[in-house]
């Protein structure tokens, strides 16, 4: 307090001082005011300083004005607390004679209304100062507490203690939450500690304790309850009965704790590290279910019934709940959104708006988050953010881990008042605290301690556990829970005595503590006495209303584009980095040759590099869809713990993700496609490009979203992630064709099993056999070609590789060799499996010895009509050829029947027509034209033009470019066909997800590696 404000209160108190002398009781109370705030040096001086003021005031006389005057100079330096000791101090002194005369009501009066205080505080602390009589002590703002069962009270509270002499009056001022104490009788009563002087007026502070012989003491907790304005809600009694907690590896995390509490209350959990705090603090909430006993709210048991409490409990994780791009208005709109179904959009601005202004966030409302590196909001702002988000559904029981862990001391101490607060409403606030200030520490109603190994060794009031523990070791001074002098409390002597540590003989601290953790447990159980709490039969307030799945997927997805949108940096790589990979990708490919006489420039047709381009556009959509979905879930991993905790959709909240993933992946693809085809000159089949990415870049997405499901680091699943694509490269049938691959994996027929796996085999072949097949040039002349193949490779290869074995045969036939026998045997089972394809096309009437083609029956004759049969099979192919070529040609004269038409049809053909994209669909390349493999000759050359041959109703096992599938009976084109399978390969992901199984077999796989799963 400055000298110049000293002075101002001591000419104030002049003016107010009884008319004429002052009075020996004013001056000794003006001696009082001035020992409580100065040296004993210095209260000689002020006091004739006061007396110097009475004496000009006596001589000039004071009016309003002059109060008025002293006021505006006193009020810009007082707070509001400030001014309410001041006119209490002022009531003090006009009645220290025993009457208070009209001229004085007049002049404190005035001076009330000056400091903004209330006509009814003023009138409640004069009739707390004049009282001398638990009789005139009745008003609502006091609180009575003396040893008369019978005494009835119209408006005062009461309370009994039977072995009080005397009475204690306890003054609530509402205005500004301060309370006051006056003691008249002569029991020795001590208030944390310290003597109370019988008729002295003093504040009463946070967490203060009034004791006494033979009494149950007076809690701070206790006071503020009996002026508690009885709630809207519900009474909420909560018990903890005998909670056990034993971990998966078989340790024990709690033993046989017990609690029993209800609304109104701010309980504290304290205890070493690994003590088991989170632990018990998860057990209460329903987070974790106990290995054994129970947790009841109004008499329900939370494990056995959560659908009854559902909404009832509110918990706030030490961790961030918060989205960092999003507002911090948004973070609360989108929570209460999530809570609230039945709410309109006024009523939940309202209550956010309210939320915010009760934290004191309505300031920064429309700031973002940002993260605890890159900070827009203080963490004291981020902490009561957590806390609003639970605020918005007022629940009953609240639990808050670790809400001050991080935070400067002055942020700790107004969390800790908004919890204080929210107890004060009627709720039950549970916390997990660490190192707490003096201040922080007397909020607190009870404490609950834990020590190493989950031992309940103290419950009760938090001042009392100082002197608990020091009367259990024998300390001097163990009736001293606090500091006389400045009533500070030390919560570390608790842990300090606690943890206390066995000296040896060179005077040196060991290791060992000298009373264990069950020997605390031991003392605690023998001097525990139980907190009586009447069990509440009413049923449990909850606000939650949760929306439909449907528009909690909405709900989510709003939020998810929200905060993509508010993040700058996101949307402008993702949404540039397609493009700007399209454009590099293509003009590194945009291929012509400098030297060609013939041509002037790039022409589409002769690009050797499209094939490459086509492939490298898979990798890339594949590549996109992993980046940009591999974080979302991890994330948003503990606000999903939160989410889950209120029973919101899992499915939900999937549903949103995918979508939105979706979206995105179709942008990024569909922008890509625009900037690749301009550059490369690619026309037509626009659609079937994208449609291929997408479904590749969607694929990739419910990829991303198991892997980021399934590990807890998002280094690790940046890791992961050429692990997933480099598998997508070699084995898409590009890098390292199918037939070359290592046997054991490889198939020289048809696309080995590991290849159907690879969603980029798929993908490529959809868009090489689309590209070729079915782009406008080619398809005025695909199906002439397809006949045309079709015979050429019968009449070139397989119908000569079928005589060439049955010379063999007829060369051999007499042989009586095993070895040729048996070669034999395998060339005719060939030889009949291929003709008797063929007998179906010509007739089965052309050859009538199918029965003779095994070596007992194979003679001369046999060999004759066989070789007939080729010769007209050969004839009936070439016959074939011929019709398909006249007519091929026959179509190409009236294309170019005219100069005009001739260059039209060239130009379809550079534009559309890619010649090596040509050649690898017809693998042209292949040496081996032909070959046999499990009795079969599979034809090498031409899969472009090949039809399926299906051994099965559902058969899709083919060759690499093959234009259908056979699936169903049918044959199915393989653009359709691709990408359904990828789409189907899609879903399988999207089911994994849902029902979390890699995160499953993880979990089962770390479960199984840890040695103490192991050992048990």
Same mark, same amino acid.
């Given at each position: 307090?400055?000298?110049?404000?000293?002075?101002?209160?001591?000419?104030?108190?002049?003016?107010?001082?009884?008319?004429?002398?002052?009075?020996?009781?004013?001056?000794?109370?003006?001696?009082?005011?001035?020992?409580?705030?100065?040296?004993?040096?210095?209260?000689?001086?002020?006091?004739?300083?006061?007396?110097?003021?009475?004496?000009?005031?006596?001589?000039?006389?004071?009016?309003?004005?002059?109060?008025?005057?002293?006021?505006?100079?006193?009020?810009?330096?007082?707070?509001?607390?400030?001014?309410?000791?001041?006119?209490?101090?002022?009531?003090?002194?006009?009645?220290?004679?025993?009457?208070?005369?009209?001229?004085?009501?007049?002049?404190?009066?005035?001076?009330?209304?000056? =400091?903004?205080?209330?006509?009814?505080?003023?009138?409640?602390?004069? !009739?707390?100062?004049?009282?001398?009589?638990?009789?005139?002590?009745?008003?609502?703002?006091?609180?009575?507490?003396?040893?008369?069962?019978?005494?009835?009270?119209?408006?005062?509270?009461?309370?009994?203690?039977?072995?009080?002499?005397?009475?204690?009056?306890?003054?609530?001022?509402?205005?500004?939450?301060?309370?006051?104490?006056?003691?008249?009788?002569?029991?020795?009563?001590?208030?944390?500690?310290?003597?109370? @002087?019988?008729?002295?007026?003093?504040?009463?502070? !946070?967490?203060?304790?009034? #004791?006494?012989?033979?009494?149950?003491?007076?809690?701070?907790?206790?006071?503020?309850?009996? =002026?508690?304005? &009885?709630?809207?809600?519900?009474?909420?009694?909560?018990?903890?009965?005998?909670?056990?907690?034993?971990? @998966?590896?078989?340790?024990?995390?709690? #033993? +046989?704790?017990?609690?029993?509490?209800?609304?109104?209350?701010?309980?504290?959990?304290?205890?070493?590290?690994?003590?088991?705090?989170?632990?018990?603090?998860?057990?209460?909430?329903?987070?974790?279910?106990?290995?054994?006993?129970?947790?009841?709210?109004?008499?329900?048991?939370?494990?056995?019934?959560?659908?009854?409490?559902?909404?009832?409990?509110?918990?706030?994780?030490?961790?961030?709940?918060?989205?960092?791009? *999003?507002?911090?208005?948004?973070?609360?709109?989108?929570?209460?959104?999530?809570?609230?179904?039945?709410?309109?959009?006024?009523?939940?601005?309202?209550?956010?708006?309210?939320?915010?202004?009760?934290?004191?966030?309505?300031?920064?409302?429309?700031?973002?988050?940002?993260?605890?590196?890159?900070?827009?909001?203080?963490?004291?702002?981020?902490?009561?953010?957590?806390?609003?988000?639970?605020?918005?559904?007022?629940?009953?029981?609240?639990?808050?881990?670790?809400?001050?862990?991080?935070?400067?001391?002055?942020?700790?101490?107004?969390?800790?008042?908004?919890?204080?607060?929210?107890?004060?409403?009627?709720?039950? !606030? =549970?916390?997990?605290?660490?190192?707490?200030?003096?201040?922080?520490?007397?909020?607190?109603?009870?404490?609950?301690?834990?020590?190493?190994?989950?031992?309940?060794?103290?419950?009760?009031?938090?001042?009392?556990?100082?002197?608990?523990?020091?009367?259990?070791?024998?300390?001097?001074?163990?009736?001293?829970?606090?500091?006389?002098?400045?009533?500070?409390?030390?919560?570390?002597?608790?842990?300090?005595?606690?943890?206390?540590? !066995?000296?040896?003989?060179?005077?040196?601290?060991? +290791?060992?503590?000298?009373?264990?953790?069950?020997?605390?447990?031991?003392?605690?159980?023998?001097?525990?006495?139980?907190?009586?709490?009447?069990?509440?039969?009413?049923?449990?307030?909850?606000? *939650?209303?949760?929306?439909?799945?449907?528009?909690?997927?909405?709900?989510?997805?709003?939020?998810?584009?929200?905060? @993509?949108?508010? +993040?700058?940096?996101?949307?402008?790589?993702?949404?540039?980095?397609?493009?700007?990979?399209?454009?590099?990708?293509?003009?590194?490919?945009?291929?012509?040759?400098?030297?060609?006489?013939?041509?002037?420039?790039?022409?589409?047709?002769?690009?050797?590099?499209?094939?490459?381009?086509?492939?490298?556009?898979?990798?890339?959509?594949?590549?996109?869809?992993?980046?940009?979905?591999?974080?979302?879930?991890?994330?948003?991993?503990?606000?999903?713990?939160?989410?889950?905790?209120?029973?919101?959709?899992?499915?939900?909240?999937?549903?949103?993700?995918?979508?939105?993933?979706?979206?995105?992946?179709?942008?990024?693809?569909?922008?890509?496609?625009?900037?690749?085809?301009?550059?490369?000159?690619?026309?037509?089949?626009?659609?079937?490009?994208?449609?291929? *990415?997408?479904?590749?870049?969607?694929?990739?997405?419910?990829?991303?979203? /198991?892997?980021?499901?399934?590990?807890?680091?998002?280094?690790?699943?940046?890791?992961?992630?050429?692990?997933?694509?480099?598998?997508?490269?070699?084995?898409?049938?590009?890098?390292?064709?199918?037939?070359?691959?290592?046997?054991?994996?490889?198939?020289?027929?048809?696309?080995?099993?590991?290849?159907?796996?690879?969603?980029?085999?798929?993908?490529?072949?959809?868009?090489?056999?689309?590209?070729?097949?079915?782009?406008?040039?080619?398809?005025?002349?695909?199906?002439?070609?397809?006949?045309?193949?079709?015979?050429?490779?019968?009449?070139?290869?397989?119908?000569?590789?079928?005589?060439?074995?049955?010379?063999?045969?007829?060369?051999?036939? #007499?042989?009586?060799?095993?070895?040729?026998?048996?070669?034999?045997?395998?060339?005719?089972?060939?030889?009949?499996?291929?003709?008797?394809?063929?007998?179906?096309?010509?007739?089965?009437?052309?050859?009538?010895?199918?029965?003779?083609?095994? &070596?007992?029956?194979?003679?001369?004759?046999?060999?004759?009509?066989?070789?007939?049969?080729?010769?007209?099979?050969?004839?009936?192919?070439? #016959?074939?050829?011929?019709?398909?070529?006249?007519?091929?040609?026959?179509?190409?004269?009236?294309?170019?029947?005219?100069?005009?038409?001739?260059?039209?049809?060239?130009?379809?053909?550079?534009?559309?027509? /890619?010649?090596?994209?040509?050649?690898?669909?017809?693998?042209?390349?292949?040496?081996?034209?032909?070959?046999?493999?499990?009795?079969?000759?599979?034809?090498?050359?031409?899969?472009?033009?090949?039809?399926?041959?299906?051994?099965?109703?559902?058969?899709?096992?083919?060759?690499?470019?093959?234009?259908?599938?056979?699936?169903?009976?049918?044959?199915?084109?393989?653009?359709?066909?691709?990408?359904?399978?990828?789409?189907?390969?899609?879903?399988?992901?999207? *089911?994994?997800?849902?029902?979390?199984?890699?995160?499953?077999?993880?979990?089962?796989?770390?479960?199984?590696?840890?040695?103490?799963?192991?050992?048990?």
């Amino acid at each position: 307090m400055s000298e110049a404000l000293l002075k101002a209160i001591l000419r104030l108190f002049a003016v107010v001082a009884k008319e004429g002398d002052v009075t020996k009781q004013e001056r000794d109370q003006i001696r009082v005011f001035l020992n409580d705030h100065l040296s004993q040096s210095a209260v000689d001086g002020y006091l004739k300083l006061f007396d110097e003021y009475t004496k000009t005031i006596s001589e000039t006389g004071a009016d309003a004005s002059a109060i008025e005057k002293l006021c505006a100079e006193i009020n810009p330096h007082l707070t509001q607390k400030q001014k309410i000791v001041i006119v209490l101090e002022l009531i003090s002194i006009i009645q220290a004679d025993g009457t208070i005369s009209e001229h004085e009501e007049k002049l404190v009066s005035t001076i009330g209304e000056c =400091f903004k205080i209330s006509a009814r505080e003023i009138e409640a602390i004069q !009739v707390f100062v004049l009282g001398n009589q638990p009789s005139e002590l009745d008003h609502d703002h006091l609180l009575i507490v003396d040893a008369s069962p019978t005494a009835t009270f119209a408006n005062a509270r009461h309370m009994v203690r039977d072995h009080l002499n005397g009475f204690i009056a306890i003054l609530h001022v509402e205005q500004n939450d301060l309370y006051f104490l006056k003691y008249l009788g002569k029991t020795d009563v001590y208030l944390n500690g310290v003597p109370v @002087k019988s008729g002295k007026i003093s504040v009463l502070a !946070v967490g203060s304790l009034l #004791r006494w012989d033979k009494d149950e003491p007076v809690y701070y907790g206790q006071i503020l309850s009996q =002026f508690m304005k &009885p709630g809207t809600h519900s009474r909420t009694s909560f018990e903890a009965k005998g909670i056990t907690f034993k971990f @998966k590896n078989g340790r024990l995390g709690l #033993r +046989n704790v017990n609690l029993s509490e209800e609304s109104g209350n701010l309980i504290a959990l304290m205890g070493a590290s690994g003590a088991g705090k989170s632990t018990l603090l998860h057990v209460l909430n329903g987070s974790e279910k106990p290995s054994g006993g129970q947790v009841l709210i109004n008499d329900i048991d939370i494990h056995q019934a959560p659908d009854k409490i559902e909404g009832v409990i509110g918990f706030v994780p030490q961790d961030d709940l918060l989205i960092e791009d *999003l507002t911090v208005y948004q973070n609360l709109y989108f929570a209460a959104k999530l809570c609230f179904s039945q709410k309109n959009e006024e009523e939940i601005d309202l209550l956010v708006m309210k939320v915010l202004e009760d934290l004191g966030l309505a300031e920064i409302k429309d700031l973002k988050v940002g993260s605890p590196l890159r900070k827009t909001i203080s963490g004291g702002q981020r902490k009561r953010l957590n806390i609003g988000l639970e605020l918005l559904r007022e629940p009953a029981v609240l639990f808050c881990d670790e809400p001050t862990s991080g935070l400067s001391s002055r942020d700790s101490e107004n969390i800790i008042d908004l919890l204080k607060e929210l107890s004060l409403k009627g709720k039950l !606030v =549970f916390a997990v605290i660490h190192q707490p200030s003096s201040d922080i520490f007397k909020m607190f109603d009870k404490l609950l301690i834990l020590d190493t190994g989950g031992y309940q060794i103290y419950y009760g009031n938090p001042v009392d556990a100082i002197v608990y523990f020091k009367k259990s070791i024998n300390l001097v001074n163990s009736d001293e829970g606090e500091c006389h002098e400045c009533g500070n409390v030390n919560p570390e002597q608790i842990f300090n005595i606690i943890e206390t540590k !066995v000296i040896n003989e060179y005077g040196h601290f060991t +290791n060992e503590r000298k009373m264990t953790a069950q020997q605390w447990h031991e003392i605690y159980e023998k001097n525990y006495k139980p907190f009586s709490v009447k069990t509440s039969n009413d049923e449990p307030h909850s606000t *939650l209303n949760i929306p439909s799945r449907f528009r909690q997927a909405h709900l989510f997805s709003m939020r998810d584009i929200q905060a @993509k949108i508010h +993040n700058r940096q996101y949307m402008i790589i993702n949404l540039l980095e397609a493009p700007v990979l399209a454009f590099i990708l293509a003009f590194i490919v945009r291929y012509y040759n400098i030297d060609d006489k013939l041509t002037t420039g790039y022409v589409f047709s002769k690009n050797l590099n499209l094939p490459a381009y086509l492939f490298m556009s898979v990798i890339v959509a594949l590549f996109m869809g992993l980046t940009v979905s591999a974080e979302e879930i991890i994330r948003d991993r503990k606000i999903l713990k939160r989410e889950a905790f209120l029973h919101l959709s899992r499915s939900s909240y999937i549903l949103s993700k995918i979508s939105i993933l979706f979206i995105l992946s179709a942008i990024q693809t569909l922008m890509f496609v625009i900037v690749g085809s301009y550059i490369l000159e690619i026309k037509g089949l626009f659609f079937e490009h994208w449609f291929i *990415l997408f479904t590749v870049s969607c694929f990739a997405n419910l990829l991303g979203l /198991n892997i980021s499901s399934a590990f807890n680091s998002a280094v690790t699943i940046y890791i992961l992630i050429p692990l997933l694509l480099i598998p997508q490269l070699i084995l898409s049938g590009v890098v390292v064709k199918f037939d070359k691959l290592n046997p054991a994996i490889g198939n020289t027929a048809t696309v080995p099993f590991v290849g159907d796996l690879m969603a980029s085999r798929w993908a490529f072949e959809a868009a090489m056999v689309t590209q070729f097949k079915d782009n406008r040039f080619s398809k005025e002349f695909y199906m002439y070609d397809k006949v045309m193949a079709n015979a050429d490779f019968m009449k070139v290869y397989l119908i000569p590789e079928l005589e060439t074995r049955i010379q063999y045969c007829i060369n051999n036939y #007499r042989s009586p060799d095993p070895e040729v026998k048996e070669t034999m045997q395998k060339n005719l089972a060939l030889i009949r499996r291929e003709i008797g394809q063929e007998l179906n096309l010509v007739g089965a009437d052309k050859f009538k010895h199918m029965d003779n083609l095994v &070596p007992a029956r194979f003679d001369s004759t046999v060999y004759q009509d066989l070789t007939v049969f080729l010769d007209q099979l050969k004839t009936f192919y070439i #016959r074939r050829y011929n019709v398909a070529d006249q007519k091929k040609e026959a179509k190409i004269r009236e294309m170019t029947s005219t100069p005009e038409k001739e260059k039209a049809l060239e130009d379809l053909r550079e534009q559309y027509n /890619n010649e090596s994209i040509m050649e690898l669909v017809k693998n042209l390349s292949e040496t081996h034209r032909i070959i046999e493999q499990d009795g079969k000759l599979i034809q090498k050359i031409y899969p472009i033009y090949k039809d399926p041959e299906p051994d099965h109703m559902v058969d899709f096992n083919a060759q690499f470019y093959m234009p259908t599938k056979h699936f169903l009976r049918s044959n199915v084109d393989t653009f359709y066909f691709n990408t359904g399978v990828i789409w189907s390969m899609t879903l399988v992901l999207a *089911l994994l997800l849902y029902f979390d199984v890699l995160r499953r077999i993880i979990d089962g796989i770390g479960s199984l590696s840890n040695p103490l799963h192991r050992r048990k």
